[in-house]
């Protein structure tokens, strides 16, 4: 089974179990479901992004990066402190996009020098955000 189908497989069973789950209580079976979400999320992002269709020297491209000036300003701001990547996004503006800042951050992910620290946030919405830092 490849990365991303174990990915909505997953997502899948995190859905059905929270549909099921009164709201005062997180029964075993979600918090299970999370952590498996959790894992082949990680397994999917360590494979190279690239159509089936696509030569063989664009599937070898997402496997080496190179340290651009916005992957360096990226990183430099998250040794400041760890961020969220809403904290991260206000922190680059206007100097990069919202989505450049993200797609920066999660490149440095799969080169291994940010990782999820495992603690969240939360944002002015109320929703929990998870808190990247550098390796």
């Known amino acids: ?18 549909r099921s789950t009164p709201l005062d209580s997180v029964p075993a079976n979600l918090e299970t479901a999370l952590v498996d979400l959790r894992a082949a ?17 664009s599937k070898q491209g997402p496997c080496s990066y190179r340290m651009n000036q916005s992957r360096s300003d990226v990183l430099r701001m998250l ?5 969220t990547d809403i904290e991260l996004v206000a922190a680059m503006s206007p100097k990069m996009s919202a989505s450049g800042a993200r797609s920066r951050r999660a490149e440095l992910v799969r080169m291994g020098l ?3 620290s495992g603690k969240r946030r939360k944002a002015s919405s109320g929703r929990l955000h998870a808190v990247w830092e550098v390796v």
């Open 41 to 57: 999320v990680e397994r999917m992002n360590e494979e190279p992004h690239s159509r089936t269709t696509d030569p063989e020297t």
């Open 1 to 18: 089974m490849s990365a991303r189908n174990k990915v909505l497989e997953c997502a899948g069973a995190v859905l059905s179990a929270w």
């Open 79 to 83: 040794r400041l402190r760890p961020l």
């Open 114 to 116: 940010v990782k999820d």
